[in-house]
């Protein structure tokens, strides 16, 4: 990795830290509200929807009805999708989505993945792109919020047997969260010359005499609360590179901020909830040390370029292209090295927005994603679910401790016992049990081979990497898989649903479990969980827990196909 590489990375941390600080300061008032104006308004809206802003609930009537309010939301984007050519805001005149289509987008945005076997601006009309997917974009986001607020309040308080009210958790993510910081990033990319309307599309002539249909929307507004709730299901198929999403390399910087700011400043609310910022500071050094690693890896791998385009004697344009670096399926305006960190930004989050082509990348530059998301995705993480997911790890790596030294566990005055420790195991490997069961079914069986076109260890790295996006709720694809098939389309729907609320139960069982228990105060034996020796070991936890159940496929995969790359050198 060159110079300047090292510069981006650093500033992009540098400013990512300096406005996730202050952030952190006012989702923490927020969500345990401080703020006696907010209340006010959030207590009329409650009263006028039948719950009562005060009631608090025990972790099963609050996993009810975080689930509840899920199905629904599955519910109403199916409904939207299949019913769009009788609504209005359609001036395409675009039909209806087909069933299994329509099923997988619902499972899809609800969960917080966002994966696409679609062309957004073929196939959805504006209301549904507004009133399904946006909204969803919104609500998956407050979900994850609210789920890591009430493990936080497992941690936090004692002796109790409530985590918090899900229905005014959900509002203040919402309302006060979410909502806010849209409406000023969506106006900051419009000014920067993102879409914004509600005009059909454009009808222009090319130089050459020819047609063509430039297609616009309500691109802004969208983009805006995919990236900061990590959804990054696009307006356009091409996504972030497409130009009227992502145009120029200020927008590309601001969108990788917006990914990551939340997760970041989630990790100081953990520090203000515990009374301990030393606590948020560990899983944020834990964080970035992985990010690191991985940026380097990734833009590296890609920096290096392709070594038999040169070695076969290719022409001399494409060999003088591979010198300088692997540049296929990234564009020009953002180059190699914008391309390798948002490639792993996206990815490290479960936004899965993207600004260049993943299927294009090198066998290590491509594995460096397909890494970060079978981790579980912790390195920052999704809006809620990267903290919760780390928190679980770091409870991993506490029991592991204890065992060494034959201790019962704490971490940050609770004892981890045996209901915890089960938890944790089903969080961590429920997802992937499927992912690793729907890549192996599809393999094997007709329909799902029928979707690979790239023959050997890549094809094979397409599927992985397609149920590795689904399981940990990313919605990245290599792209070089025919996934918006019946057969795909049902599979990858339950997958997303496996992974997002197979490790949401989990970790709501959790929080009940703990906020019933004493806060203990630090004795000479309780291992300290905030220095460089408990980083170092929640990093091992990570690693060895969660990358270990996937290398025999990435053996596979990736593995097999950088060997064959460098071998034919």
């Known amino acids: 990795m060159n110079a300047s590489a090292w510069i981006q990375l650093a500033a992009f941390l540098l400013v990512l830290f300096a406005l996730a600080w202050p952030l952190a300061r006012w989702i923490h008032a927020v969500m345990e509200g401080r703020i006696a104006a907010l209340r006010r308004v959030e207590r009329g809206l409650l009263r006028l929807a039948g719950v009562g802003a005060d009631v608090e609930q025990g972790w099963l009537r ?204 989630l990790c100081f609310v953990l520090g203000r909830q515990v009374g301990d910022m030393r606590q948020g500071w560990a899983l944020l050094g834990a964080m970035t040390a992985m990010f690191v690693v991985a940026v380097v890896v990734a833009t590296a791998a890609e920096q290096a370029g392709n070594p038999r385009l040169a070695a076969l004697g290719v022409d001399a344009v494409a060999s003088a292209t591979q010198s300088g670096g692997n540049m296929e399926g990234k564009e020009l305006r953002f180059g190699i090295q914008a391309s390798s960190l948002f490639a792993v930004v996206t990815t490290a989050a479960s936004c ?25 995705e912790v390195v920052f993480g999704g809006v809620g679910a990267g903290l919760y997911g780390m928190l ?93 098939s019946p057969f795909y389309n049902l599979l990858l729907g339950l997958v997303m649903w496996v992974g997002r609320f197979g490790v949401i139960v989990p970790v709501l069982a959790m929080a009940g479990s703990l906020v019933a228990k004493k806060r203990l105060a630090p004795g000479e034996g309780t291992l300290p969980t905030h220095g460089p020796l408990f980083i170092v070991l929640l990093i091992g936890a990570v690693l060895l827990v969660g990358f270990l159940n996937y290398v025999p496929a990435l053996a596979l995969g990736p593995v097999v196909d950088h060997l064959m790359l460098w071998s034919a050198k």
């Not at 109790?160 to 909502?179: F, H, P, Q």
Request: aromatic fraction near 8%.
């Open 62 to 265: 609050y996993a009810l009805g975080l689930l509840v309010f899920n199905v629904l939301g599955v519910l109403a984007v199916y409904g939207l999708q299949r019913l769009q050519p009788g609504l209005p805001l359609n001036p395409q005149g675009f039909g209806a989505v087909a069933p299994d289509s329509a099923f997988n987008t619902a499972i899809s945005f609800v969960t917080n993945t966002n994966w696409q076997g679609y062309g957004g601006e073929t196939t959805m009309s504006y209301l549904t792109q507004m009133l399904a997917l946006t909204v969803q974009n919104f609500l998956s986001a407050a979900t994850g919020i609210a789920v890591v607020i009430a493990l936080l309040r497992g941690f936090s308080r004692h002796s109790g047997t409530s985590i918090g009210n899900v229905w005014a958790d959900l509002s203040r993510a919402t309302l006060w969260v979410l909502l806010p910081l849209a409406l000023v990033f969506a106006l900051a990319l419009a000014g920067l010359g993102v879409v914004q309307t509600l005009d059909a599309s454009r009808q222009l002539v090319t130089l050459e005499g020819q047609g063509q249909t430039l297609a616009v929307g309500p691109v802004a507004s969208q983009l805006a609360i995919k990236m900061l709730g990590t959804n990054g299901g696009g307006f356009f198929n091409a996504n972030s590179a497409h130009p009227f999403e992502n145009p120029t390399a200020l927008t590309n910087a601001l969108q990788m901020l917006a990914i990551f700011l939340i997760p970041a400043a």
């Open 352 to 376: 899965g927005a993207v600004n260049a082509m993943h299927d294009s990348f090198t066998p290590l530059g491509g594995m460096v994603p397909l890494v970060m998301m079978q981790l579980g």
């Open 392 to 484: 679980v790890f770091a409870m991993l790596a506490v029991f592991v401790a204890g065992l060494m030294i034959g201790r019962t566990p704490e971490y940050m005055g609770k004892k981890i016992e045996a209901h915890e420790m089960k938890m944790v195991s089903l969080a961590i490997l429920l997802t992937p049990l499927a992912v690793l069961i729907g890549t192996a079914i599809a393999v094997v069986v007709e329909p799902g081979r029928a979707g690979i076109a790239a023959p050997g260890a890549h094809g094979f790295s397409e599927v992985l990497y397609a149920f590795s996006s689904a399981g940990n709720n990313n919605g990245s694809a290599f792209a070089g898989l025919s996934a918006n």
